[in-house]
């Protein structure tokens, strides 16, 4: 594969807490090549927002990175430390579609200012020249009547036209990598369908590279190309779309799979995974996984696991892949659905 255009590596991010110090990122490495759509999924507080927030400076004011490196255009981004620093990414280079329209939207201001502010803050445009541009974006992104809709504030919008208004605001100074997170969480299914349509769509036009936070594995196996996985703080595994779906390795991941109501057996109850994720105030030994992984070795209590290569694309961090690791067959969800892909691959 070509150079990527951003490189993290070894990742620690913490956060003081009321005293304590909470580990949210611990060592997670990632690649992201240019053009493509990488996906981060995992549980509601695995770290997938925190970990990309590291990419554009917005982390809390309680939280930093430790150690490791974000490599971007030459630069470390992990080593920024000053607004100015990040001003010259943020937005310009690298932006974010919030998961929250609502809360990302000033309701103050009109939709066509909030937007325009961007356009003054890093392209130096002003007057009717910004004002023209502003009204562009908003037709790009599938805003009918976009001229009058420009003084329009976004209690006026519905939730669909309100996340085009978010998706806007982010494309407004022609980013090269733009992170989504969640950006459907709170829509329905068919407006759901619209946004990342859209998504996909400017992609294609502006020639973006796409960083997609979601927990739902319905949306990745419709917009990713990789897809990493996440769990408490760490990528476990990743690779493309098909080797997750159709190969996974990590018994997180199968966990995730099997939790899928369509993947479901008639007559069976639905999957769940047992247990709580780890407590990231204290020092996580192994695997974190093996607590609630029925599957678990001794040595996954002991030891956290390397990663393995299975493909020259697909790598997990599980002892299951050691050469000297007992044969460990997949749950009978994960069985059944690679069965139905080798039928079709034939």
Wanted: hydrophobic content about 40%; aromatic content about 8%; overall charge neutral.
């Amino acid at each position: 594969m070509s150079e990527p255009i951003l490189s993290a590596r070894d990742v620690v991010v913490k956060f003081s807490l009321r005293g304590q110090v909470l580990t949210a990122i611990r060592e997670a490495s990632l690649d992201l090549y240019e053009g493509e759509s990488l996906a981060i999924v995992g549980e509601s507080g695995c770290g997938k927002t925190v970990f990309t927030k590291t990419f554009i400076g917005m982390l809390d004011a309680n939280g930093w990175v430790d150690s490791g490196s974000i490599m971007f255009e030459g630069k470390d981004l992990a080593r920024f430390k000053t607004e100015r620093e990040w001003l010259s990414i943020r937005g310009k280079k690298i932006a974010t579609v919030f998961q929250d329209p609502m809360t990302a939207l000033n309701p103050l201001r009109t939709i066509g200012m909030q937007i325009q502010e961007v356009l003054e803050l890093h392209k130096g445009m002003s007057g009717v020249e910004a004002r023209e541009h502003t009204v562009e974006i908003l037709d790009q992104v599938g805003i009918r009547d976009p001229e009058v809709r420009y003084s329009h504030y976004p209690h006026e919008f519905s939730g669909g036209m309100r996340q085009r208004v978010v998706i806007a605001i982010a494309i407004a100074c022609d980013p090269l990598i733009l992170i989504c997170d969640e950006p459907t969480t709170a829509l329905d299914v068919t407006i759901q369908a619209q946004i990342l349509e859209l998504i996909r769509s400017l992609q294609r036009r502006l020639g973006l590279t796409l960083i997609y936070i979601t927990h739902d594995l319905g949306v990745v196996a419709n917009v990713a190309d990789r897809v990493a996985v996440m769990y408490a703080g760490d990528i476990i595994e990743y690779g493309t779309a098909e080797e997750i779906f159709y190969n996974p390795q990590h018994p997180y991941t199968w966990a995730l799979l099997s939790s899928l109501p369509q993947l479901g057996i008639k007559g069976k109850p639905l999957y769940s995974i047992k247990g709580t994720p780890p407590n990231l105030f204290s020092e996580i030994r192994g695997d974190a996984f093996a607590p609630r992984n029925p599957r678990a070795l001794k040595i996954d209590f002991v030891e956290r696991p390397p990663y393995f290569q299975v493909s020259p694309t697909h790598f997990a961090r599980t002892w299951l892949l050691d050469p000297r690791a007992p044969k460990v067959e997949p749950p009978e969800t994960i069985r059944a659905m690679q069965a139905r892909y080798a039928r079709r691959a034939v």
